[in-house]
Every structure is written in structure tokens, then in C-alpha cells.
């Protein structure tokens, strides 16, 4: 999973970043808390770290500017303020947990591990994803560009699905990699797109409108143009 930590002490964000990068996540850091909400803004995180006390911008005003602008990216505030007030003013800021440093390594990857599973959980409750024209019916694993039924292979169903839960989004290679193929690192093969090409070719037949797109440098996004 794609992370990032927002973090302003040196020794702190370096110890972290370490443990995640072992526990196999992509983490990006930023020590500046305008830095951090610019980039938790325009990148696709399954999850944001986010120091309280940051240079730049406090922590809890960057968790309320994400929900502000519609993000519900899952948001763990790290913070030596404790007490049971501090606790309840960073979770009605939006984020989704607290935790009061020092803290343990251990910990912060149980709680990563525990808010991804649950978000992967509400994702897995909707039956049906429909992005435009394009319906998916993850009960019985078809798909429907219209009324058209389109035959997909298994590894394409699942390229599929993962695309449209991320509908909008910019969806990076390593992403796909471990989203779709449970790959933690890069094969160095071209298999992603092949995939792509081929799932490009059964949901845009020649005259109808391209829901796939490449964001040149980044990744892919399926959505209107």
C-alpha cells in the first residue's frame, strides 16, 4: 500500500519510515505540513501518518482541510498531547485514530493494519460499482459496459474491480502490483500493460468513449476524460 507520513522529527520520521518500507508499504514523507497536505491533495494514499505539531500548518488543520475538499483517506494523528481533550479534538478534526508518542513501532503498525483492513471490509460491502456506463456485479463477477456483457478472464476481473473501487483516481504501478497481482516488489515485465491493453480493448470497441486512461509518469485512471 501506497502511504504517506507526514512527519517533521528527523530521527522519529526515519525510524518509521524504515518499519513501513520493511513491513512492505510504499511510503511517501514530507516534513512541512503544507508540503504534507499538498501532496495528501493530489496523490491517491491508502493512508496518511500525520504528526500534530508540524511547521507550516498544525496537523489537525491539514486532517480538516482533507475532509474539507472530500477526501476520505484514513488519517492517524501522532501526538505527545494525551490528554483525553487532545484525543477528542483530533478525532472530531476527522481523523480516524490518535496515537500518543513516544509509541511503540509495533503499535503504529497494528493500527495501520487494522484501518486498512477495515476500509478494504466497507469496500468489499458494495455488490455493484458502476463507473458511467461501466457496471461491475462483484456477486457474480460480470461486467457490463451498457447492456453489453464483456467476457473477462479472472486477472482481468480483478485488474478491473481494483480500477473502479479507485475510480477517479491516479493508480500507480506499484499499486497494481500489490493490489491486483499481491506483488511487493517490481518484476521488471511489462504484465501490467498487457493487462491494460487488453481490458482497453473489450471495454472501448471502436467508436465508444475511452474509460481508461494513462496519466503520463504516474500511472492509470479510469473515468470519463
Not at 91 to 115: H, Q, W
Not at 129 to 157: C, F, H, M, N, S
Amino acid at each position: 500500500m501506497r502511504l504517506l507520513l507526514i512527519e517533521d522529527d528527523a530521527e522519529q520520521a526515519r525510524f518509521a519510515l524504515k518499519a513501513l518500507r520493511e513491513a512492505g508499504h510504499a511510503v511517501d514523507h514530507a516534513a512541512d505540513g503544507r508540503e504534507g497536505l499538498y501532496l495528501a491533495l493530489s496523490e491517491p494514499y491508502a493512508l496518511c501518518i500525520v504528526d500534530r505539531m508540524l511547521p507550516g500548518m498544525d496537523g489537525l488543520a491539514i486532517v480538516s482541510a482533507l475532509r474539507a475538499a472530500g477526501k476520505s483517506t484514513p488519517v492517524i494523528i501522532l501526538s505527545a498531547l494525551g490528554q483525553v481533550d487532545d484525543r477528542v479534538r483530533g478525532l472530531k478534526a476527522g481523523s480516524d485514530d490518535y496515537l500518543v508518542k513516544p509509541y511503540a513501532l509495533v503499535e503504529l503498525m497494528a493500527r495501520i493494519d487494522a484501518l486498512l483492513r477495515r476500509v478494504r471490509e466497507q469496500g468489499q460491502t458494495q455488490t455493484t460499482l458502476t463507473v458511467g456506463d461501466l457496471r461491475l456485479d462483484r456477486l457474480a463477477r460480470t461486467a457490463y459496459r451498457g447492456e453489453r456483457l464483456i467476457d473477462l478472464k479472472p486477472q482481468e476481473y480483478r485488474l478491473l474491480e481494483y480500477l473502479m473501487l479507485h475510480a477517479g483516481q491516479v493508480v500507480t504501478r506499484t499499486m497494481l502490483l500489490e493490489g491486483v497481482w499481491d506483488y511487493h516488489f517490481d518484476p521488471q515485465t511489462n504484465i501490467i500493460d498487457v493487462h491494460i491493453s487488453r481490458l482497453r480493448a473489450k471495454l472501448e470497441p471502436e467508436g465508444s468513449t475511452r474509460l481508461i486512461h494513462t496519466v503520463r509518469g504516474a500511472g492509470y485512471r479510469l473515468g470519463p476524460a
